[in-house]
């Protein structure tokens, strides 16, 4: 999952999914992140219960402030 791909989610769980997303870094490097659940699924047995499209939405669900 890219950066941009996470901020794709986080608009579509809030409802924002028709917005570009776009950097505005001017970096001429290139920086990955790769996180693998694979080797602690493998080594401990553990498995996530929540996929991160769903966790997303749900940690946008409970951030949001009730409107009055």
């Known amino acids: 999952t890219s950066i941009g791909e996470l901020a794709r989610m986080c608009l579509a769980a809030a409802g924002e ?3 570009d997303v776009v ?16 080797l602690t699924t493998r080594v401990c047995g553990w498995q996530p219960r929540t996929s991160l499209p ?9 951030t949001r402030i009730p409107s009055s």
């Open 54 to 62: 769903d966790g997303v939405a749900t940690m946008l669900r409970s």
């Open 17 to 19: 999914s028709d917005r």
């Open 23 to 38: 950097s505005a870094s001017t970096a001429r490097t290139v920086s990955a992140i790769i996180l693998d659940p694979s």
